[in-house]
C-alpha cells in the first residue's frame, strides 16, 4: 500500500506543512515565491549537470567554460610572497587528475563551507597555472562525504537558483532536492491534471505528475526537456487561453458601433490619388470593412514594413467613420509625426468637406481650448494627435473609430485609454516595427491582424552601406553628388536619452561645421527634439516642399516621415542605434522613384554585437528577417526598449526556443474556447487555477517616448 495515501498534504498546503521546513525556511523560501508546495514543485531547476557530459579533469580544454565534478582533497589559506594577497585553495580530484579552484575575494567562510571528500561541481574557465586552475568558480556541494544518498549523485543533477540567504537557510541545490523530493512524495497522489486529455495526447506531452517529478529528478536530459516542455506548455497554454477568452467576448458583445454604408467620399478620395491601392492595400480595406460593418467591436492590428502605405489605409478607415457620423482619433507617437500625418491629412480632406484637427502638447491656450471644444462638440471630425488625446479633460463627442500608428511606442495601458474615450469605439493599431510571430502572439494575442506584405510597385531596395569614420570625406562628397541630381538627403545623429545635452551639442556642431564644410552651398536645416513646434514644423514643410537639400537631424525624425525625394540616409555612429531603429531609419529613403542609399558610419572598433547588427542591416531588407534577427541579438526582454510592453512575464517557456510550442499552445486553447462554449467556464476556470502562479496578468504601463 501507498503511505502516502494516508497523509493530508495538498499541493494548496503552505511549505512548513513539510517535514523539514520550520518557521525560518519557511519564511526565507517566501522570499522567493515559494509559499505553497505547489509553488515548491514549480521551483524548476536552472540547469542540469549531466554526468553523462562530464569531462574527466585530464581531458579538460583550456580556456573554455566548463563544469567539472570532483571529490575535495584539501583545502586552506595561501600566501606566495611575504605581503602577497591571501586566497583559498580548494582541490579537487577524480581519477585523472586534479584540479585548484582559487577564491581571491570572499575567502573568510570558505574554510567552513568543504569537507574533504565532499563531491563538488565547479564551473568556470580553465586557466593553467602551474596545474589546472579555475578562479572563483560557481560551485555546487553534490554530495558529503559518506553520503550514500541517491538523490544527489544521480546520472542528471539539477542545480536551482538560490542566493546567500537561502544557502544560509540550508537551501543550496542539495537542501531543494530534498524538500522538493519531501513534497513530491507527500502530495503526488492529490496533483490533478488540469490539462485536457486530448490536449495532452495531440501535444505528446506528459503528464503533469510525470513532468513535475522529471523537471526535479530526470533520468535522463531528454526526460528533463521533456518534462521542461510540459510545464512550459501549461504556461503558454494558460496565456493563450485568457487571450482566446478575451476575443471570445469581444465576437460575442454586440455592443459595439456598426458603421454601414461606404459613401462617395470614399470614391472620391481614391479618384483623386495618384495610383491604385496595392493589392494588400484592397485586401486589408476589406478586412477592416467587414470588421467595422459590424457591431461588434473591431480589434486590429495591421502590420506592415516601413513604406507599405499603412497611413492610406488608416485614412480611408478613418473616412468611413466619418461618413457613419461619427468622429475618428488618430495618435501617433511624436508632434513631428502627428504634424506630418496632420498636413497629409488636412490636404486629401478639405475638399472633402471634413474637418481635420491636431492636438500636441505644446499648444497654446486659446488655440488647446478651441480644439477641445471641437472635439466635445463634434465640429472636427478627425483628430490626429500625440498622447495629448488621451488626457483627462479630453472628452469627444462622438468617437467611432480609433487608430494607433507606430503601436510600439505606446504600452497597452494607452490603447486602452484612448479605447475608453468613447462608447466601444472600434480600434486599429498599426505597427511598422515588424514583430516576430511569437510575440506578436503573446503581445497582441487577443487581436486580429492584418498584414501589408506588399510594397508600392516601383520601390526599389534601398542600396546599404557600412563605413567607418575615416571615409567620412568620401560619404559627404557622395551627398553633393546626389543633391546635384536633385535629391535630398538626411543625416541623423544618435540621441541617448541621459545625455540629450550633449549628444544634441554634436548633432549641432556638425551641423555647422557641415554647413562651413564639405557640405558648403548646400541647403541644410538642423532639427531636432527640443525646438520650438512652429519651428520644427516650418523645417519639416520646407523639407517637404524641397526647399532644404540636407536635413540634419536627430532621431526626431525615425518614425513617419514621408518625403519621396529624400534618397539618401547617412547615419552617424550607428553602431549607438538598435537593429529595428535603423531599419525604421532606412525606411525614410526609397519612397520615390529614384534609387536610395543608406549610409551607415561606425567607428573602428566595434563590439561583436554591433558588428553584426551592422552586417544584417547590409545583408537585408526584410523587416521580418530584420525583426527576427534583433529578437536573437537581444533576447525578448529588451526587444521594444528599456521596458515591456505588455511583455508577460514567462518563467519556464522561452519565446525563441519555443516558437512551435506557443504556436500549438494557441491553437489548442483557441480551438478549446471557440468550439467547446459549454465546458468553456469550467475549463478555463480550472486552468485558471491550476497555473495561477504563472498568469500573464502582470502587464505594466510605459511611457510613451
Ligand atoms: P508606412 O506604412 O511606413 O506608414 P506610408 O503610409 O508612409 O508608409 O506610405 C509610404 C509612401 O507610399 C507614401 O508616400 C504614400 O503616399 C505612398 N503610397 C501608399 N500607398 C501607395 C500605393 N498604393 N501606390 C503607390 N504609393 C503609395
Ligand atoms: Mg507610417
Redesign the pocket.
Known amino acids: 500500500m501507498n503511505t502516502n495515501e494516508n497523509t493530508s498534504i495538498l499541493p494548496t498546503h503552505p511549505v512548513h506543512a513539510l517535514p523539514g521546513i520550520g518557521p525560518k525556511r519557511a519564511q526565507v523560501l517566501a522570499s522567493v515565491g515559494v509559499e505553497t508546495v505547489k509553488d515548491l514543485l514549480y521551483y524548476i531547476p536552472r540547469r542540469y549537470i549531466d554526468r553523462s557530459k562530464i569531462l574527466p579533469i585530464s581531458q579538460l580544454p583550456l580556456g573554455e567554460e566548463v563544469t567539472v565534478l570532483g571529490r575535495v582533497e584539501r583545502f586552506g589559506m595561501r600566501r606566495t610572497a611575504k605581503r602577497g594577497k591571501a586566497r583559498f585553495v580548494l582541490t579537487l580530484g577524480d581519477e585523472t587528475g586534479f584540479l585548484s579552484c582559487v577564491w581571491f575575494s570572499g575567502t573568510r567562510t570558505m574554510e567552513k563551507i568543504f569537507s574533504v571528500g565532499d563531491l563538488v561541481a565547479v564551473s568556470g574557465k580553465v586557466t593553467l597555472y602551474g596545474e589546472k586552475q579555475i578562479t572563483h568558480p560557481e560551485f555546487e556541494i553534490l554530495s558529503s562525504k559518506g553520503e550514500t544518498n541517491l538523490l544527489h549523485t544521480g546520472r542528471v543533477i539539477p542545480l536551482y537558483p538560490s542566493n546567500a540567504e537561502l544557502k544560509n537557510a540550508g537551501m543550496d541545490s542539495r537542501g531543494f532536492r530534498r524538500i522538493i523530493k519531501a513534497g513530491l512524495d507527500a502530495v503526488a497522489p492529490a496533483i490533478r491534471d488540469a490539462l485536457p486529455e486530448t490536449i495532452r495526447r495531440r501535444g505528446d506531452l506528459l503528464p503533469l505528475s510525470e513532468a513535475l517529478h522529471a523537471i526535479h529528478f530526470p533520468s535522463s536530459s531528454d526526460e528533463g526537456e521533456a518534462a521542461r516542455r510540459r510545464l512550459a506548455f501549461d504556461e503558454l497554454f494558460s496565456m493563450q487561453v485568457r487571450l482566446a477568452q478575451q476575443w471570445q467576448r469581444r465576437i460575442a458583445d454586440p455592443d459595439g458601433i456598426a458603421f454601414p454604408c461606404v459613401g462617395e467620399s470614399l470614391a472620391k478620395l481614391l479618384q483623386r490619388l495618384p495610383?491604385?491601392?496595392?493589392e494588400a492595400?484592397k485586401r486589408v480595406m476589406r478586412e477592416i470593412r467587414a470588421d467595422m460593418k459590424c457591431p461588434r467591436q473591431m480589434n486590429r492590428l495591421l502590420q506592415?514594413d516601413?513604406?507599405?502605405?499603412?497611413?492610406?489605409v488608416a485614412l480611408m478607415s478613418m473616412l468611413i467613420a466619418v461618413e457613419n457620423g461619427h468622429q475618428a482619433a488618430l495618435m501617433v507617437p511624436t508632434e513631428i509625426l502627428a504634424e506630418q500625418h496632420f498636413l497629409t491629412t488636412h490636404r486629401l480632406f478639405e475638399e472633402l468637406g471634413v474637418r481635420v484637427i491636431l492636438l500636441v502638447g505644446g499648444m497654446k491656450k486659446a488655440q488647446r481650448e478651441l480644439a477641445l471644444k471641437e472635439i466635445a462638440d463634434g465640429t472636427a471630425r478627425i483628430i490626429v494627435g500625440t498622447h495629448a488625446l488621451i488626457q483627462e479633460d479630453i472628452a469627444f463627442g462622438r468617437l467611432g473609430l480609433v487608430v494607433i500608428d507606430e503601436q510600439h511606442r505606446f504600452g497597452v495601458i494607452q490603447r486602452k485609454m484612448l479605447g475608453e474615450k468613447g462608447r466601444k469605439p472600434d480600434v486599429l493599431v498599426m505597427t511598422?516595427t515588424p514583430i516576430p510571430r511569437t510575440l506578436s502572439l503573446t503581445m497582441y494575442g487577443d487581436l486580429d491582424v492584418s498584414i501589408?506584405d506588399e510594397m508600392?510597385?516601383g520601390r526599389k531596395p534601398v542600396r546599404t552601406v557600412w563605413r567607418t569614420s575615416s571615409s567620412r570625406d568620401g560619404v559627404f562628397r557622395f551627398v553633393r553628388d546626389q543633391v546635384s541630381e536633385g535629391r535630398q538627403a538626411y543625416i541623423v545623429y544618435p540621441l541617448v536619452e541621459e545625455s540629450e545635452k550633449m549628444d544634441l551639442k554634436a548633432a549641432a556642431e556638425s551641423y555647422e561645421e557641415l554647413r562651413h564644410g564639405p557640405l558648403t552651398g548646400l541647403r541644410l536645416k538642423l532639427l531636432h527634439g527640443r525646438m520650438k513646434n512652429e519651428e520644427k514644423e516650418d523645417i519639416m514643410r520646407a523639407f517637404q516642399a524641397g526647399e532644404v537639400d540636407v536635413l540634419v537631424s536627430t532621431t526626431v525624425i525615425e518614425v513617419?516621415m514621408?518625403v519621396?525625394n529624400a534618397a539618401l540616409m547617412v547615419v552617424e555612429h550607428a553602431e549607438r542605434f538598435g537593429l529595428t531603429q535603423l531599419h525604421q531609419l532606412r525606411?525614410r529613403v526609397g519612397?520615390g522613384d529614384h534609387l536610395s542609399y543608406c549610409v551607415l558610419i561606425t567607428d573602428e572598433h566595434l563590439s561583436d554585437e554591433a558588428k553584426m547588427r551592422l552586417g544584417a542591416m547590409t545583408r537585408t531588407h526584410d523587416g521580418f528577417q530584420i525583426a527576427e534577427i534583433d529578437l536573437e541579438l537581444r533576447g525578448p526582454g529588451t526587444f521594444f526598449g528599456t521596458k515591456q510592453s505588455g511583455m508577460p512575464e514567462l518563467r519556464i517557456a522561452d519565446m525563441q526556443q519555443d516558437a512551435a510550442l506557443l504556436e500549438l499552445a494557441r491553437r489548442e486553447a483557441f480551438a478549446l474556447i471557440r468550439d467547446d462554449p459549454s465546458s468553456r467556464e469550467s475549463a478555463h476556470q480550472r486552468i485558471r487555477t491550476a497555473f495561477a502562479k504563472n498568469s500573464p496578468d502582470r502587464m505594466r504601463l510605459i511611457e510613451v517616448r
Open positions: 495610383f491604385d491601392l496595392t492595400q506592415g516601413v513604406g507599405s502605405g499603412k497611413t492610406l511598422a501589408l508600392p510597385p513617419g514621408d519621396p525606411g519612397r
